[in-house]
């Protein structure tokens, strides 16, 4: 149950991150600014909530390495896709690099 509330907590955080880039993005409408803005908020406070409820039976180290790692692959991700940023070599090499850390950190 643990690593699935981690799982949901690095989900909410990308949906935190996706409401500020779309806040940034219409920040001449100052309306779809802050209701994007507060969407964002909402999404951080749940993935706070959810962060919280794993550290309960896993390890601060692993909880932290697993979820700012699965953050920074997740955004790439949207970056791509949704935004249609760049996405190179490097950056796809990086990801093999950040998932292969992330497992050797998390076995035993």
């Given at each position: ?21 779309y806040a940034a993005m219409v920040q001449n409408r100052p309306v ?66 950040i998932v292969t850390g992330v497992v050797m950190i998390t076995m035993?």
């Open positions: 149950m643990s690593y699935f509330m981690l799982t949901i907590g690095v989900v909410f955080n990308v949906f935190t991150n996706i409401g500020f880039k779809k600014k802050w209701t994007f803005f507060s969407i964002a908020l909402v999404f951080g406070l749940l993935n706070s909530v959810c962060v919280t409820e794993a550290l309960k039976t896993i390890s601060l180290n692993v909880v932290s390495s697993i979820f700012f790692s699965m953050t920074i692959v997740g955004l790439l991700l949207v970056s791509y896709f949704i935004f249609h940023e760049q996405m190179n070599w490097m950056r796809v090499a990086g990801i093999g690099v035993n």
